[in-house]
């Protein structure tokens, strides 16, 4: 591992900081780890951790790529709220998971990997049916089923082998 600077063609403002760091990873699985690098209110470029052996001219072409055609062209607004609740905020807790785990309702099956039982079902039961109503009666979607058969071809060329190795069987 090594690590190599990739400078922006054009800087951008850091303004769009959170923009770019949520992309960098998908730019290219090379990239193990970065940080931006600023100068003023710009953003010049970034310090990747890539492999010692990457195509440092390709990796630049893609980072610069996605700032020209995803990042830069964005107009940053402020979310706009349509609702916010009327409750107490601090009627939530923390330890959400802990405490279903301990009622019952959650349990760890493996990292990343849980189940639940009721009354969490019947909850995400009943969220699910009102968004299908919402989506079909006010929007006038339409429901479809997809296969949950994905092509292998597909799935290696997206690198998903790589990524989740633990997910083969």
């Not at 090594?2 to 699985?29: A, C, D, G, M, Q």
């Not at 009721?118 to 479809?144: C, H, Q, V, W």
Request: hydrophobic share 40%; with cysteine; net charge negative.
């Amino acid at each position: 591992m090594s690590i190599k600077s990739i400078n922006l063609i054009k800087p951008i403002p850091k303004k769009y900081s959170e923009e770019f760091e949520k992309r960098v990873f998908f730019i290219s699985e090379v990239i193990k780890s970065f940080s931006l690098v600023f100068e003023n209110d710009l953003i010049m470029g970034i310090q990747a951790e890539v492999n010692d052996d990457v195509d440092i001219d390709s990796l630049t072409r893609k980072v610069n790529n996605v700032v020209e055609k995803e990042i830069a062209v964005q107009i940053l607004q402020p979310p706009k709220i349509v609702w916010e609740s009327k409750n107490n905020r601090e009627q939530f807790y923390e330890d959400t998971f802990e405490r279903m785990t301990q009622e019952g309702i959650a349990h760890e099956c493996a990292e990343g990997q849980m189940s639940f039982g009721e009354p969490f079902l019947s909850l995400m039961e009943a969220l699910d049916r009102k968004f299908k109503e919402i989506a079909i009666n006010k929007m006038g979607g339409t429901e479809y089923i997809y296969p949950t058969l994905i092509p292998t071809r597909v799935l290696e060329d997206c690198g998903y082998f790589d990524s989740f190795p633990h997910m083969l069987m």
